[in-house]
């Protein structure tokens, strides 16, 4: 039964989780964070202590994949470090083109490493840290080009709310879980507290990164969650959203959805037909092809017309 709980969280569900959430969008590499987790909640939630011993050596095998993980994380902040004068250099430069902290990173990121997957999820944690914590002197953008999203919304109320929810959780199922299991107790309370940074660091990116309309490009960016860029020799068509309905399942596979958390799920503002796929980016590194741009702006009046101006001159 214990070799069976470990194969069914180990190996079946993993797979399940990959052929019906991963394999479509993102690669085999997804699944094995899905594995480790599945060990974890075996070996602290479903198998009984006493029979803990009977899996000691898969445990040690587990931990040693983590401790791997964790070196080469270490070995890729070595990079980093080495070239954080190059980095520093590329991203005044950015950041003078563009004054987004989020874009001006990437950009600089993308010009002084080699693409890496952990490199992303690297610059994701540097892009959350930044907004929950050292962002709170800096001023929201203003300016001509810049629209901003979340205004006319309930999406900040609605982050501040988890936040809460978070909070009242982490005090509640940290004790109750502490009498049976003081390490996964723990384990909840960091993951809580980590939540709790990102949803902060979520507000943060939201109010700091409007959608903006660039010399030669669209650059979209959505909290810490969701960022593209668009050239406007790409846009083959815009148009403001008639249809009532919420778009339906099918289309947002192959979309780019530019609206934030609500109350009330509201249908976008306009959309966006692309000549040819372009390239989304999303949390930790994952991405998307999309043909098709969803937006909700708090002035899509003014927003449509500015950028159909911005696409004729080009």
């Known amino acids: 039964m214990i070799w069976g709980s470990l194969f069914d ?8 989780t990959y052929f019906y959430f991963i394999h479509k969008r993102y690669s085999l590499t997804y699944i094995f964070p899905v594995m480790a987790a599945g060990y974890f909640v075996a070996r602290f939630v479903i198998i009984p202590n006493d029979y803990v011993h009977t899996i000691t050596s898969l445990g040690y095998i587990v931990i040693g994949a983590e401790v791997l993980f964790i070196v080469v994380e ?6 980093i470090l080495r070239t954080i004068p190059t980095i520093v250099s590329a991203y005044r430069v950015y950041y003078a083109r563009v004054p987004l902290f989020s874009y001006a990173l990437k950009k600089a990121l ?3 490493l080699p693409p890496n997957k952990l490199i992303d999820v690297f ?3 540097i892009n959350m840290f930044y907004h929950a914590f050292l962002s709170w002197k800096k001023r929201p953008i203003k300016r001509d080009d810049a629209y901003t999203y979340h205004q006319k919304t309930s999406g900040i109320a609605i982050y501040i709310m988890l936040i809460h929810a978070v909070l009242i959780e982490t005090i509640g199922i940290h004790y109750f879980l502490h009498q049976f299991s003081s ?4 384990i909840l309370l960091a993951l809580n507290v980590y939540t ?9 990116a939201i109010r700091h990164n409007p959608i903006l309309l660039n010399k030669d490009e669209l650059i979209l960016t959505y909290g810490l969650t969701s960022h593209m860029t668009i050239p406007y020799d790409l846009i083959e068509g815009i148009a403001l959203y ?3 309905e919420l778009p339906d399942k099918q289309r947002l596979k192959t979309a780019f959805d530019g609206r934030i958390a609500d109350f009330i799920d509201e249908p976008p503002h306009m959309e966006i037909g692309l000549k040819e796929p372009v390239r989304a980016h999303y949390l930790y590194g994952m991405k998307k092809e999309v043909s ?5 702006v708090d002035d899509p009046q003014l927003f449509l017309s500015t950028l159909k101006n911005r696409i004729h001159r080009n």
């Open 9 to 16: 969280f180990m190996l079946v569900i993993p797979l399940l």
């Open 74 to 79: 270490f070995y890729i902040a070595y990079k």
């Open 110 to 112: 993308k010009d002084s």
């Open 123 to 125: 610059t994701t944690e």
């Open 183 to 186: 390490t996964l107790s723990y």
């Open 196 to 204: 709790v940074f990102f949803f902060i660091g979520h507000i943060q």
């Open 242 to 244: 008639a249809n009532k």
């Open 292 to 296: 098709t741009v969803f937006l909700r």
